[in-house]
């Protein structure tokens, strides 16, 4: 490729940080987006008075040095998550004063096991076959100390992590998931783990002082990629009755959306394999408002945990200097599904109750109850990520990354440090821009605060 002209497909946080690698090595970017606004996973809705609420995507912890470095890079800001009081746990419906026993040794199993995998080939690890046919839900049955153990493990880490119930994951894809993101303590915590700061603005602020960035005309909203043609001269995506040309595309979307657009020639049946056995998490966030945040006046600090009902664990989402409270709870894998398919009267009601359970009747009435389901998103269907299914990570694992021709793959998916977060989104995105700029003979720049990492 002598050209220098790269379409990159989707807007979100991969999408935006590999235009604008592309833009800074002298590259021509072009990004088209199906919504009407950038930002991909991550969403805001303003609150009355002040504040908002993120509907997607919206922590960034520890060693997520390209999320801290753009947040200072585009003048925003950051705040911890609240610290207040002790977490709440129901196991097996009633309270739990701690952990239950074996928990630690059980999770402390399996970061043992992932130390050794190389999240850039897990395929290759020595037991990768056995742990790719084994689920996670299996996994724990057989190895935790009795059933309440390793249905509360089960909970907090397919739901938790990957937005599934134990026994849609591999054990092999929930090794991969730990070894990226540094282990069961750095993606569970919050104080010194991935859910320890929060953007001031939220996520999609930052996405949009990043689209800012770019010359305007090489942005295009409302611009779904219906079908990409390559050939010897180049490449042709189509989009919104338009035809774009350039000489590579990148496509930053996850495999599952990826797998919805025509390829000509067709994609190699082992990368169109990925796409079929990658599906997106079920995940449901529902933020309640209530008019001060009444669990701290009672020494709890809005975390809770539990391994019965709808809600696997809640969240303290209140704002820092503006009046009100906010509990987030998130509904995960089956349970998630099992909401969607009530009322919406029932499926509140059902959230509601779920409330009182882990925080008392004060939870029963909150002001405003904000429920934002990702799967029914045209252009997302589901939150957080995507998982390969069991046995298909050894089969298909190593068509994720590697690129067909002049079609290259970015999407958080795609990494393998935070794969899943926004920090896997944006070195993704730069990793893409890196290959594409190597095909075409250029190499990438390096601006001051923002070194990318390949």
Request: charged letters at 20%.
């Amino acid at each position: 490729m002598r050209g220098g002209r790269v379409i990159v497909v989707g807007a979100g946080f991969s999408g935006l940080a590999c235009a604008l690698a592309l833009t800074d090595a002298g590259a021509e970017a072009l990004v088209l987006e199906a919504r009407d606004r950038v930002g991909g996973r991550t969403l805001s809705r303003p609150l009355p008075g002040g504040g908002w609420l993120d509907l997607g995507a919206q922590w960034i912890g520890p060693t997520q040095d390209r999320m801290y470095a753009l947040v200072a890079a585009y003048g925003m800001e950051i705040f911890a998550s609240p610290a207040h009081g002790a977490p709440t746990r129901l196991l097996d419906g009633r309270p739990a004063g701690g952990e239950p026993a074996g928990l630690a040794g059980l999770l402390g199993t399996l970061d043992e096991l992932a130390v050794g995998l190389d999240p850039a080939a897990p395929w290759r690890a020595e037991r990768a076959a056995e742990w790719d046919r084994t689920t996670l839900g299996g996994w724990l049955d057989a190895n935790g100390p009795d059933p309440v153990t390793a249905g509360y493990a089960g909970r907090l880490l397919a739901g938790g992590l990957l937005a599934a119930s134990p026994d849609e994951v591999s054990l092999l894809q929930m090794l991969f998931y730990l070894r990226s993101g540094g282990g069961v303590g750095s993606l569970l915590g919050m104080a010194g783990g991935a859910q320890q700061d929060r953007i001031v603005g939220g996520p999609a602020a930052l996405a949009r002082r990043m689209a800012a960035a770019l010359p305007p005309e090489r942005l295009r909203l409302r611009s779904p990629v219906d079908a990409i043609a390559q050939d010897a001269g180049g490449v042709r995506v189509h989009a919104g009755g338009e035809v774009h040309r350039g000489d590579a595309v990148v496509v930053a979307l996850a495999p599952a959306l990826a797998g919805r657009i025509r390829y000509d020639p067709p994609l190699p049946a082992l990368r169109d394999g990925l796409t079929q056995r990658m599906p997106m998490g079920a995940a449901l966030k529902v933020h309640a408002r209530y008019p001060e945040p009444f669990w701290r006046a009672e020494g709890r600090s809005g975390v809770a945990t539990t391994d019965t009902g709808p809600l696997t664990e809640t969240v303290d989402n209140s704002l820092p200097g503006l009046p009100g409270g906010v509990l987030t709870g998130f509904s995960y894998g089956a349970q998630a599904r099992a909401l969607r398919r009530l009322p919406d009267a029932a499926r509140r009601a059902a959230l509601r109750d779920a409330l009182v359970a882990l925080f008392g009747p004060a939870a029963a009435r909150p002001e405003d109850l904000v429920e934002y389901d990702w799967s029914a998103d045209p252009w997302t269907r589901g939150c957080f990520c995507g998982s390969v299914t069991p046995g298909s990570w050894c089969d298909y694992g190593p068509s994720l990354r590697a690129a067909v021709g002049r079609v290259h793959w970015a999407g958080t998916e795609t990494a393998t440090r935070w794969s899943g977060y926004l920090e896997g989104a944006v070195t993704a995105g730069e990793r893409a821009a890196a290959e594409a700029l190597a095909a075409l003979g250029r190499a990438p720049r390096f601006k001051e605060n923002l070194r990318y990492v390949y």
